[in-house]
Every structure is written in C-alpha cells, then in structure tokens.
C-alpha cells in the first residue's frame, strides 16, 4: 500500500456528543463491519463501557476505503470523552496526522471540547470541524456553527453538519478526512531502520505483552530482533497485525501504519506507553515520551478477608497493566489489615476501577474516603511528606505547614447561569479570574480553586445549579498553603480509619455534623446501640446514637408474674451492655460505596 493511501485519525470530543456512535458509522460505511453484526458502539468492548455508555479504554481499528477510483487505509483511534480519561486522548494524539473534532448540535461547544482542541493543536494536527445530532429537533446548529466558527477562526463552509445516528453526512465526512487529513511522512529510506511510538499494550497470558504501536520509520515483520528503549529490554516479534476491528495477523506493518506487535516478554512491567521501538543493530533517536499520568485523587482499597490480599495485588497489577494511570502501593491499618493506597484519574476513574475488581476478579473490598495528597512540611527541621492517607494525616498541626494542589478550571455554560455560577464559587473556595464570551449566549468561565473543593462534589453542584448546561474542565497549576485538618469518625468508640477524611478548618463543624447524620441513616441497626462520633483537632465535636433494635426476652411469657418479667429484662440489659463492650461493629461495604456517591 502507498504511504499517500494511508490516513491516521482520531475523533476527539466531550463525552457523549457521540463519537462511538460516528465510529460505528464508519464501521459500516467502509464494510469493516457488517451492517447484520453490527452491535451498537462496537469499540466500546469492555462490559463496563457497554452498561454506562462510556468510553474508558480507546481501541484502534483499521478500514479499507475505496474513493475516487483508488484504494485507502484509514487508521482510527476512538478517544474516551470523560475528563478522568483525558490522558487516553493525548496518548492517541501522538499516533495520528488529524482529527474529527465533534460537537453536538444541541449542547454546543462543551470544556472539554475545548481541553481536547488544545491538545491537538499542540500536537500540530489538521483539525476537522463536524457538528453531530443534526437530525434532533432540539438542535440548534445555527448557533453551534458561530461557536465553531469563533473557536477556530475558520469559514463556517469548513464546518460539515451530520447525524451519527442516521449516517446522514458521514459519507462526506469520509471523503473530507481523505481529502485533508494528510498522508504519513516517511522521513528515510534506510532499510535498517525500524522505529514505532507505543501508544497502548495489552498482556496475554499466552502471548506476553502485545504493544500498540505506530511505525513512523521502516518495516517491521515477524522475526525482527527489536528493542524497548527505555526498559532496555531486546525481544523477537512473534508476530504482527492491525485491528479490523479484531487482532488479524499480516506479514508486516510499515511506517505510516497502526498496528500490533506479539512481543513474547512475560515480564508485565517492560512495556511502558510512550517507549520507542527500534532496531537495536541501528537504533534512531527515541520519541520524546507521553507525559506521565498524575493521579489527582487517592483512595485505599481493603481486600474484607485478608486472605484476599495476593489476589488483590495480582488483580491490581493486572489492570495495571491495561491501564498505566492506575498507580498503587501497599498500606497497612491496624483494623483494616493490608491493602493498597491507589493514585486515579478523579473520582469516575475511581469507581470503574474498583467496580472492574468486584466483577472481573469476584473481590469483596473496603474502600477509604477519597482523599487528594497534601504536601507537609515540618516547621522546624523542614523536612517534607507528601500524604494521601487521610488516616496517616498528623492530628494536631502545631508543627507542620500543609500544601494541597490547586487547579485551574474552565467552565462553558449559558451566560444566563452565571450569576448563579459565581455565587456558588465562595463556598468552595474558588477565585474566579476570567469570564469570556463564547458566542451570542453562551460564556466561558475560567476559575482557581483547590484540588480538594473540585473533588468535593463542585461538578455535581455546578451540573445541578445550571440544569444540566455547564461543562467543566480543569488542570493542576500548582502547590498553595492549605488551611485544613483531620476529621475522624469513631463507631462505638474506635476510630475508623477508613472514614477519615481532610477538611476545610472553616467547615469542620458542619462537614462533622453531616457525615455522623448520614452514618446514622446508613449503619444498620445492631443489637446494641451504636454511637458515632466525629473527632477533629484533639476533640469529639459530633455525635449521633442508634438505638438498639427491641427485642423484648418476655414476649414469649402471658400474664403471669411481673417480677419475673423484670429479672428477664434486667438480665437482657446486662447481656446488652456486656455484647456493647465487645462489640466492633464491622461497617457494611456498601456504606462506603453510598458514601462515595460521585456521579460525576
Ligand atoms: P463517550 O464515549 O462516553 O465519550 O461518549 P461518545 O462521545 O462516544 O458518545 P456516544 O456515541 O456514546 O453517544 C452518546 C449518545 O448520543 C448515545 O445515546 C447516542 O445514541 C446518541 N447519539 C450519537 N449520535 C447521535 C446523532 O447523530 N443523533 C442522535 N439523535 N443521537 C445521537
């Protein structure tokens, strides 16, 4: 195949504007899939992703086109909408020549339309304009195309309009990415050379590690003796193929293509996103790697038996392995036991991954309050910690000056909201520091708020005060000092280090106050009464009571001697108070989970 045939590209968009759903149209459009086999979002093939309608993880897939007479590859690289998953997206940026930017018809140009623009401008990439759901009687592309049109500085000509759902347009879409997005470029003709950007690896138990990559130098063939280099590591290529959309094995992949390389290497943490292969006989400069993942939020995840502690670091290291954001290490507390404190993406990252351990390695586990990490620094010898474990947070602080990240955000919501929009900034502690307007309607808001107030509930607020309208999109900017500190919840007198959690110094009481409240909704009645209470800076400050659940010892006694009655009461009360001193109440799973309640 010539290299002038070939077209590299990803779709790139905020959640939901439909991207699977284009995908799945050009699925069908150049008979890569049958119309009859055809399952709704075929990319989307993690069970998860199916159920919630998301994507998590990208897939690259291969077609072949005929246009004009000629014969055409098209390389696709589907892209995750959610912000958690934003780092998916720079990672696929890096392995195309340009983009479909898609924007909904009816919502008009979201944050993250915008946080995904900006990333493929930066990787100098041809951008093409398309507004989806045109079929909707809701839409209001008139409008969206003057978003379009001022975002980009383009002829709104440039602009096609297309329903996803019909395929109405999609066919013209197919012919501008040809027609714009260009080839690959070769830049030599040595035959020595062989070089490709991993952007993405699988592990089979069978096959080893299977990297994703993309040629830009040379040809690779089964038998080739290659080279990570970062990991240092040489291996043999068992085999190679592209996605169509299922692994096909083919003699080779050359420069310009995406594929696939079996690498045979059962050692699961060689392979790293953003390594360069090459020909170790004749290596070229390796590619400047992807930025590193930052975790923004912390939880620590508990096996509930101990005896589940190996199968829940393997089945970490496991989807570790598909999923290099996730980052974990082990912890111990004295009434959890052994389990791992885990780095994610935010908090939707945090759900789909715990979810993946319960469904896909059948774990029971406790999950801690999410937690950002803070920096702490103590006054006087200056030594520094850095601390994700809300438990392992000192308690008075005295000694320490603390540092918690802050972010900038970019919010996109009908001017009409604004207002609203900045009341509603004071009591998370955001400064706002720009307001743009985006079109006749429409503004952009750009705000500084602590990492810690984003994670606490901001998106969901911000959702809910606009009916839905306002987007959001953020990035860390830096360390500022934090006025917070340790809120710990005792049940029947014990901590439980698995509720403690940072918060804000100015909003202790009220935060202490609501959490018991909710644990009193959410605990199960016991024999016995429960006492919970919230502990900060060295005293109780909120407390709430179940009562025991009644169980009368006399039901069973009709008329007769009231004496009687009152021993058998009396030594039910005994029997109460004696189990209450014994008691730990071991607190049910899902009231962590209700507890998390992150919609996000
Ligand atoms: P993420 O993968 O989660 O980022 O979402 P996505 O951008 O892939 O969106 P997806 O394709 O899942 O579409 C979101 C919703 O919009 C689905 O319910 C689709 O059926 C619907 N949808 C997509 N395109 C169209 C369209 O052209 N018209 C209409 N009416 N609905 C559409």
Same mark, same amino acid.
């Given at each position: 195949?010539?290299?002038?045939?070939?077209?590299?590209?990803?779709?790139?968009?905020?959640?939901?504007?439909?991207?699977?759903?284009?995908?799945?149209?050009?699925?069908?459009?150049?008979?890569?899939?049958?119309?009859?086999?055809?399952?709704?979002?075929?990319?989307?093939?993690?069970?998860?992703?199916?159920?919630?309608?998301?994507?998590?993880?990208?897939?690259?897939?291969?077609?072949?086109?005929?246009?004009?007479?000629?014969?055409?590859?098209?390389?696709?690289?589907?892209?995750?909408?959610?912000?958690?998953?934003?780092?998916?997206?720079?990672?696929?940026?890096?392995?195309?020549?340009?983009?479909?930017?898609?924007?909904?018809?009816?919502?008009?140009?979201?944050?993250?339309?915008?946080?995904?623009?900006?990333?493929?401008?930066?990787?100098?990439?041809?951008?093409?304009?398309?507004?989806?759901?045109?079929?909707?009687?809701?839409?209001?592309?008139?409008?969206?195309?003057?978003?379009?049109?001022?975002?980009?500085?383009?002829?709104?000509?440039?602009?096609?309009?297309?329903?996803?759902?019909?395929?109405?347009?999609?066919?013209?879409?197919?012919?501008?990415?040809?027609?714009?997005?260009?080839?690959?470029?070769?830049?030599?003709?040595?035959?020595?050379?062989?070089?490709?950007?991993?952007?993405?690896?699988?592990?089979?138990?069978?096959?080893?590690?299977?990297?994703?990559?993309?040629?830009?130098?040379?040809?690779?063939?089964?038998?080739?003796?290659?080279?990570?280099?970062?990991?240092?590591?040489?291996?043999?290529?068992?085999?190679?193929?592209?996605?169509?959309?299922?692994?096909?094995?083919?003699?080779?992949?050359?420069?310009?293509?995406?594929?696939?390389?079996?690498?045979?290497?059962?050692?699961?943490?060689?392979?790293?996103?953003?390594?360069?292969?090459?020909?170790?006989?004749?290596?070229?400069?390796?590619?400047?790697?992807?930025?590193?993942?930052?975790?923004?939020?912390?939880?620590?995840?508990?096996?509930?038996?101990?005896?589940?502690?190996?199968?829940?670091?393997?089945? =970490?290291? &496991?989807?570790?392995?598909?999923?290099?954001?996730?980052?974990? $290490?082990?912890? %111990? /507390?004295? +009434?959890?036991?052994?389990?791992?404190?885990?780095?994610?993406?935010?908090?939707?990252?945090?759900?789909?991954?715990?979810?993946?351990?319960?469904?896909?390695?059948?774990?029971?586990?406790?999950?801690?309050?999410?937690?950002?990490?803070?920096?702490?620094?103590?006054?006087?010898?200056?030594?520094?910690?850095?601390?994700?474990?809300?438990?392992?947070?000192?308690?008075?602080?005295?000694?320490?000056?603390?540092?918690?990240?802050?972010?900038?955000?970019?919010?996109?919501?009908?001017?009409?909201?604004?207002?609203?929009?900045?009341?509603?900034?004071?009591?998370?502690?955001?400064?706002?520091?720009?307001?743009?307007?985006?079109?006749?309607?429409?503004?952009?808001?750009?705000?500084?708020?602590?990492?810690?107030? =984003?994670? &606490?509930?901001?998106?969901?607020?911000?959702?809910?005060?606009? $009916?839905?309208? %306002? /987007?959001? +999109?953020?990035?860390?900017?830096?360390?500022?000092?934090?006025?917070?500190?340790?809120?710990?919840?005792?049940?029947?007198?014990?901590?439980?280090?698995?509720?403690?959690?940072?918060?804000?110094?100015?909003?202790?009481?009220?935060?202490?106050?609501?959490?018991?409240?909710?644990?009193?909704?959410?605990?199960?009645?016991?024999?016995?009464?429960?006492?919970?209470?919230?502990?900060?800076?060295?005293?109780?400050?909120?407390?709430?009571?179940?009562?025991?659940?009644?169980?009368?010892?006399?039901?069973?006694?009709?008329?007769?001697?009231?004496?009687?009655?009152?021993?058998?009461?009396?030594?039910?009360?005994?029997?109460?108070?004696?189990?209450?001193?014994?008691?730990?109440?071991?607190?049910?799973?899902?009231?962590?989970?209700?507890?998390?309640?992150?919609?996000?």
């Amino acid at each position: 195949m010539n290299l002038k045939n070939i077209r590299n590209f990803s779709i790139i968009a905020h959640i939901d504007h439909g991207k699977s759903t284009l995908a799945d149209r050009l699925l069908e459009l150049t008979d890569t899939i049958e119309k009859r086999k055809m399952m709704e979002q075929v990319l989307d093939s993690m069970e998860l992703e199916r159920e919630r309608g998301i994507t998590i993880k990208m897939q690259p897939v291969r077609m072949n086109y005929h246009y004009q007479g000629e014969d055409y590859i098209l390389n696709l690289i589907d892209t995750p909408g959610h912000i958690d998953f934003s780092y998916e997206v720079s990672r696929s940026l890096k392995a195309v020549e340009g983009v479909i930017l898609l924007v909904d018809a009816t919502k008009g140009v979201q944050a993250q339309t915008m946080s995904v623009l900006a990333m493929a401008r930066e990787a100098d990439l041809k951008i093409i304009p398309v507004i989806n759901k045109i079929d909707l009687s809701v839409a209001r592309t008139e409008e969206v195309i003057e978003e379009i049109v001022e975002l980009l500085n383009c002829p709104r000509e440039d602009i096609l309009q297309i329903s996803a759902k019909t395929g109405f347009g999609v066919k013209d879409l197919l012919s501008r990415v040809i027609e714009v997005i260009p080839s690959p470029q070769v830049e030599t003709n040595d035959p020595r050379n062989k070089r490709a950007l991993v952007f993405d690896f699988e592990y089979s138990t069978h096959q080893g590690i299977i990297v994703y990559v993309r040629v830009f130098d040379g040809e690779i063939m089964r038998d080739d003796k290659l080279s990570f280099t970062a990991a240092g590591e040489i291996f043999k290529v068992l085999s190679v193929g592209t996605f169509k959309p299922v692994k096909t094995e083919t003699d080779k992949l050359v420069a310009g293509e995406i594929g696939y390389l079996v690498t045979g290497i059962k050692e699961q943490s060689r392979a790293r996103v953003g390594d360069t292969i090459n020909n170790p006989a004749h290596p070229l400069p390796a590619f400047a790697g992807y930025t590193e993942p930052r975790p923004m939020v912390w939880a620590a995840i508990y096996p509930n038996s101990q005896n589940d502690f190996g199968a829940l670091k393997q089945a =970490l290291e &496991r989807l570790s392995l598909s999923d290099s954001s996730l980052s974990f $290490s082990e912890e %111990a /507390s004295s +009434s959890l036991g052994r389990g791992f404190i885990c780095g994610f993406l935010g908090l939707l990252h945090l759900e789909i991954i715990t979810e993946r351990l319960k469904r896909e390695f059948d774990l029971e586990l406790t999950v801690t309050t999410p937690s950002i990490s803070y920096q702490i620094i103590d006054k006087t010898t200056g030594k520094e910690a850095t601390i994700a474990s809300p438990h392992l947070f000192p308690d008075n602080l005295k000694q320490e000056t603390i540092l918690e990240p802050w972010a900038e955000a970019n919010i996109i919501t009908p001017t009409s909201y604004l207002e609203v929009i900045l009341k509603m900034l004071n009591a998370h502690e955001a400064l706002p520091m720009l307001t743009t307007t985006l079109s006749h309607s429409r503004s952009s808001l750009t705000i500084e708020l602590p990492l810690r107030e =984003l994670m &606490r509930g901001f998106f969901n607020e911000l959702k809910s005060i606009s $009916s839905g309208y %306002a /987007s959001l +999109s953020y990035h860390l900017i830096g360390l500022r000092e934090a006025d917070v500190c340790k809120l710990e919840i005792l049940i029947t007198e014990e901590v439980e280090p698995a509720l403690t959690r940072i918060v804000s110094r100015s909003r202790v009481n009220k935060d202490a106050e609501d959490l018991v409240e909710r644990l009193k909704e959410l605990l199960p009645r016991q024999l016995f009464v429960i006492k919970i209470q919230a502990q900060a800076l060295g005293r109780i400050i909120a407390s709430r009571s179940i009562s025991a659940m009644k169980k009368d010892v006399t039901d069973y006694l009709y008329g007769g001697d009231i004496t009687r009655k009152m021993k058998l009461r009396e030594k039910q009360k005994k029997g109460k108070k004696k189990m209450q001193a014994r008691a730990s109440m071991k607190i049910p799973h899902d009231v962590f989970v209700k507890l998390l309640g992150s919609k996000e």
